[in-house]
């Protein structure tokens, strides 16, 4: 059993405010030590293990009271400006409580090993800034807001498939799986614009991961997007989660190969899921810098003929309203047309 204590006096906190005390404890029990199991050859080592811990975080510098920055200087005028982002004296440390329970054995004379943990983590009083309306002199205002959840899997191994005199090759896998949750937000915030490109937002919004991907989504007929007469994708009438930026899983492998004291190490980094929303795809689409506006369509002729002369562009897979296949081919040659922004 180990216990800790730690207390923090930040100069970025308010007075008052500024210490704050956080605990930990952890217990564990080395199982493959019994009497029954010390005699077991391929058993090396066996733990299970339990903790708890808190960790308190500051505000970053210059938080509480209002400060000017200092800008270079006119001539010999000094320039000092006001911070966009507004102080905060009644700013709280923020808090992060998490529990963690696990399980742990090697065998073999150490020879192949494993490491199995679940986790679950609420991180509290986050100190963030929020949007406030400009009419006040700032763009944003230092804040205690929400709550996030995070909990998931950690899942290791570690093997040693050849070892002689002069040589080994270790390999491991580390997969590990995070299931995240805005709790809440500042006050009766129920959402906190994170990154914004036109049509397209990244969000913290209460009750969805965080990371969620905001936007119109197509309009679908028997599963398949739908286009208008004029052969334009048909769009949501209003905003909904088109996505989200975290995976589902993570998993990396690191393997060593060692020959008389020389090691070649090497390592596999793997991601499933977690979309992204590619900005530049959509300015280099709507300008024709890219060579899918220039291609040949399902004709076999220059998208950027007109459609008349055989050009233009098909959306593929797409219906109409009454469900029928699109037949309509949508102008390609210039700006506005069929790669412009929202028309793809």
Do not use: H
């Amino acid at each position: 059993l180990d216990v800790t204590g730690r207390n923090d006096w930040s100069s970025t906190l308010p007075e008052g405010s500024n210490s704050y005390f956080y605990p930990s404890a952890s217990l564990s029990f080395v199982f493959s030590e019994l009497g029954g199991l010390q005699d077991i050859d391929w058993l090396s080592f066996a733990k299970v293990r339990g903790n708890f811990a808190q960790v308190g975080n500051d505000a970053p510098p210059y938080s509480v009271f209002t400060t000017y920055q200092q800008g270079t200087s006119w001539g010999d005028n000094a320039l000092f400006s006001v911070n966009d982002i507004k102080q905060n004296e009644t700013l709280l440390p923020e808090t992060t409580d998490e529990i963690e329970f696990g399980v742990e054995a090697s065998f073999f004379q150490r020879r192949l090993s494993f490491d199995v943990a679940w986790y679950k983590r609420n991180t509290k009083d986050q100190i963030m800034p929020i949007a406030v309306s400009e009419m006040a002199g700032y763009n944003q205002l230092w804040v205690n807001g929400g709550e996030i959840e995070n909990s998931g899997w950690e899942v290791s191994a570690y093997g040693t498939p050849v070892k002689t005199q002069n040589f080994s090759w270790d390999i491991g896998m580390n997969w590990f799986k995070n299931t995240n949750k805005v709790i809440s937000l500042y006050g009766d915030v129920n959402n906190l614009l994170i990154y914004g490109a036109w049509d397209v937002s990244i969000n913290a919004t209460v009750g969805e991961p965080y990371g969620t991907i905001q936007g119109t989504d197509f309009v679908w007929t028997d599963g398949k997007k739908t286009v208008d007469e004029d052969g334009y994708y048909l769009m949501s009438a209003t905003d909904t989660v088109i996505g989200n930026i975290q995976p589902d899983w993570n998993m990396g492998i690191p393997t060593t190969f060692t020959w008389k004291g020389f090691s070649l190490n090497v390592l596999f980094d793997i991601q499933k899921g977690g979309d992204v929303y590619s900005v530049s795809t959509k300015y280099g689409q709507a300008t024709g810098l890219y060579a899918e506006t220039a291609e040949n369509n399902d004709k076999g002729n220059p998208m950027r003929d007109p459609v008349e002369d055989g050009g233009g562009y098909l959306f593929p897979e797409t219906v109409y309203e009454d469900g029928s296949p699109n037949t309509t081919y949508v102008p390609a040659y210039r700006w506005g047309r069929a790669f412009y922004y929202n028309n793809s």
